[in-house]
């Protein structure tokens, strides 16, 4: 079974410029993530999605990020413009059913470096 | 608040030792389920196990296992026998019931096997 892909694996732009991610998860998956890891920190939640629809974007900086999942299955997280502090590693997560027995399942992320 | 400390930022171990990595969490949630991820240089979280908080059984998976203790809010992991490709970032997360979906992580270990 094929993993979480993401795209690309490593970008690095300048602050004020717009960056985006693309991620495609496991087959079937209706719930899908993306987390922000600052580095020598632990992934933090940014938006989740269930099909198409968002569950939960309260911890998203919606002046800069948005993120789409347009026909429920991949999708795309954009940053524009991006600021110094958004460096980080972007994770992609997918799962295929939410309650008590749900595993999220990591794709290999996309490391952004912002100069 | 849902919080997971892990009190070890790095932890250096001989190939062969077997090492313990630490997990304290706290919830509100009187049912909640922990997690453990490896994150190898190549940057994707890998999932290693997940406990449901009432289920207190001890688990064992190869080198791998782990003790969860409710009494003492702690879910440690321990790896029998280390080996040089067991060195990676391990994270504990917490999900509570009330949390929905969202995993709250740990700051992570990184543990290195020397040769």
């Known amino acids: 079974e094929a993993g979480v892909a993401q795209s690309p694996r490593y970008k690095i732009i300048e602050k004020r410029q717009s960056v985006a991610f693309w991620c495609n998860p496991i087959s079937g998956h209706a719930t899908l993530y993306w987390y922000q890891q600052i580095l020598g920190q632990g992934p933090k939640l940014l938006i989740q999605?269930?099909?198409?629809?968002?569950?939960?974007d309260s911890q998203l900086p919606k002046d800069r990020f948005s993120a789409e999942r347009l026909k429920g299955v991949d999708s795309t997280l954009k940053i524009q413009p991006a600021k110094l502090e958004d460096s980080a590693v972007y994770l992609c997560?997918?799962?295929?059913?939410?309650?008590?027995?749900?595993?999220?399942?990591f794709g290999p992320g996309t490391r952004l470096l912002v100069l | 608040a849902q919080k997971v400390t892990q009190a070890q930022t790095e932890i250096s171990v001989v190939e062969k030792e077997d090492v313990t990595l630490d997990c304290v969490y706290e919830t509100r949630d009187t049912t909640y389920y922990l997690f453990w991820y490896k994150q190898p240089p190549s940057g994707e979280l890998v999932f290693l196990i997940r406990r449901n908080s009432f289920d207190e059984q001890n688990e064992i998976s190869g080198r791998y296992s782990w003790n969860f203790q409710k009494s003492t809010s702690s879910f440690n992991f321990t790896i029998t026998a280390s080996q040089v490709v067991d060195s990676a970032v391990y994270f504990c997360?917490?999900?509570?019931?009330?949390?929905?979906?969202?995993?709250?992580f740990g700051e992570g270990t990184q543990l290195t096997v020397n040769p």
């Open positions: 997360a917490l999900r509570g019931e009330t949390s929905g979906s969202r995993l709250t």
């Open positions: 999605f269930q099909n198409n629809g968002v569950v939960d």
């Open positions: 997560a997918s799962s295929l059913i939410r309650g008590r027995y749900e595993t999220q399942y």
